[in-house]
């Protein structure tokens, strides 16, 4: 059974700091590209970051130089490291990890930044 549980979100501070983990089980981790989404009342969800397999990453526009994604194989986790937090970054933000035909999505974590 594949489980990813994301923790980490809550209030910030506009200018302020979070950082959400995902913890994934039942995959072979290490063979998945892992993304971070992110969906805002009202809006669609969008892509944030992605790491592939081999470390390569992808970025929104909105976040280069804000946000870091990053993974460790060891413990199964990715990371989104979020720094300089806007408004614009409240939302519900959900952990994600594909492999070829199969994707799965963990239940989110909520991320509201007060300005």
């Known amino acids: 059974q594949v489980q990813l549980v994301e923790s980490g979100g809550g209030l910030a501070q506009a200018g302020g700091s979070l950082r959400l983990s995902c913890v994934a089980s039942?995959?072979?981790?290490?063979?998945?590209?892992m993304a971070w989404y992110r969906q805002a009342p009202g809006k669609q969800r969008e892509l944030v970051a992605d790491i592939t397999n081999f470390g390569g990453t992808n970025y929104a526009d909105s976040v280069k130089g804000r946000f870091t994604i990053l993974r460790d194989d060891a413990k199964n986790t990715v990371y989104l490291r979020m720094n300089s937090l806007k408004s614009e970054d409240t939302a519900v933000y959900f952990c994600?990890?594909?492999?070829?035909?199969?994707?799965?999505w963990g239940q989110g974590t909520q991320v509201t930044v007060s300005s």
């Open positions: 994600n990890a594909r492999r070829l035909q199969s994707s799965y």
């Open positions: 039942g995959i072979r981790f290490d063979m998945n590209t």
